[in-house]
């Protein structure tokens, strides 16, 4: 998705620091649920799913700050990413480890996509601030993706199906949070 110029409401800048707060509490409530069922039945996960949770944390504050510094409020979308997010990392995680692998994949790979138009947005607008929040959190989300790849997330048939919701499911909300 291209990013342009917004013609009602907020500046598309403030539209993605909003929209990706949101994405992060999502992210965040992801790993939560994964790292609940991970504690009982897959604990050898159990460290990565903390660090990605600690990234994700990082970055809902990284989003928050610069929110903050320019006087806005959270997307109306937060709470809803949040218990979507939630959801989506509980059902993965029932599958089983692939299942987390292929949804950490998924997710990571859509806002990946998403974050090189933002970046390519914002250096056209020269929105510094705006900029470097989004450009800070990229390295930590390509390592999520590399992870879910390397753990066999991406490339197993079986797991198509539940790749493609979680892939429609992800872009469907950020769609919906710029409009
Ligand atoms: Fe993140
Ligand atoms: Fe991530």
């Known amino acids: 998705m291209k990013y342009r110029e ?21 992210a965040v409530n992801i790993y939560r649920s994964q790292l609940f069922l991970a504690n009982i039945f897959m604990k050898d996960l159990v ?5 990605f949770l600690a990234d994700e944390k990082r970055h809902l504050d990284v989003f928050w700050q610069e929110i903050q510094r320019r006087n806005g409020v959270k997307c109306k979308s937060y709470y809803l990413c949040g218990l979507g997010g939630y959801a989506m990392g509980f059902t993965s995680a029932l599958v089983g480890r692939r299942g987390i692998m292929a949804c950490t994949w998924a997710v990571e790979s859509v806002v990946i996509n998403h974050l090189h138009n933002q970046i390519e947005y914002l250096q056209s607008k020269q929105d510094v601030e705006a900029l470097k929040a989004v450009q800070d959190i990229l390295e930590d989300e390509q390592n999520h993706r ?19 919701v979680i892939s429609v499911l992800t872009e469907g909300v950020i769609r919906l949070g710029m409009r």
């Open 146 to 164: 590399d992870t879910g790849f390397q753990s066999g997330g991406a490339n197993n048939m079986f797991y198509q199906p539940l790749r493609c």
């Open 47 to 51: 460290p990565v799913l903390e660090d």
């Open 6 to 26: 917004s013609n009602t409401g907020l500046p598309t800048s403030t539209k993605i620091l909003k929209v990706n707060h949101a994405g992060e509490f999502g």
